[in-house]
């Protein structure tokens, strides 16, 4: 198994460096170009909400980015030490985020996408923490 | 992120081109788009051919220029989309709201019709 870690700030422009080194290893697997969009997006979405919720919005505070690759899946793992996330929001339907009545758009939501394009993105989603550290790991099948 | 602003037949036209996400991208941006809004007639098209990239935040800049356009009666349609940026828009059903053209003549077309 071959594996990488990557410790980032919690700022955007070292979450966007991230995405690139996201890019340029998934191009290392056999995942189709919309396919690695749609990794890059999910993790783009993950250290996002990361930096806004569990730090707050904290530029200075650390990120471990693990991206490991298995025989027919990577996997992606992001770890932090903020407030971190209620599980059982991963267990929600998030579906009605994207739930728009188009006569009525001054009721679209300026905001909260990020949990349910990691959803439908990624092929499995687990989060779990242990001792403080906050984990998000993501699945992506080849 | 660089954008630039143009008219054509009294429509807004702003070309982006880089990544929209979140930070300086798409804070600059949003204000950008919001004055060209306000300063002009609220009918803007934004050309995202040359975006490669977006995030949700990208996504919350498209829906406040939308707001704001239709607040003064105007619209907003998206150009030329990437196919990373269409499948995001696709994704989260905003092209439910969002008019989409691949060709900017169409585009000004519908925006005087």
Known sequence: MKKISLNIESNPDTVNLADECIKA?????TLPPVEINGVRQAVKEALNNVIIHSY???YNCLIDLIVSFQDDHLVISIKDS????????????????????????????????G??????????????????????EMKKFF | MLLSHRTKEKIDIVDLSGKLV????????????????????????????????????????????LKAARGKKGDVVLLGLTPSVRTLIELTRLQQIFNIFQEETAAVTYMNS
């Open chain 1, 25 to 29: 290893l998934c191009f290392l697997t």
């Open chain 1, 56 to 58: 707050q919005g904290q």
């Open chain 1, 115 to 136: 949990l349910y394009l990691i959803k439908e993105l990624m092929d499995n989603i687990s989060y779990h923490t242990e001792a403080g550290i906050h984990t998000l």
């Open chain 2, 22 to 65: 979140m930070g300086d991208a798409v804070t600059e941006t949003r204000k950008k788009l919001l004055d060209v809004i306000k300063l002009g007639q609220g009918n803007l098209i934004l050309n995202l051919t040359e975006v490669n990239f977006m995030d949700s935040s990208g996504l919350s800049v498209l829906i406040s220029a």
């Open chain 1, 82 to 113: 903020g407030i971190g996330m209620d599980p059982k929001l991963l267990e929600m339907d998030r579906s009605a985020v994207v739930d728009i009545d188009p006569s009525n758009i001054d009721q679209i939501p300026n905001g909260g996408w």
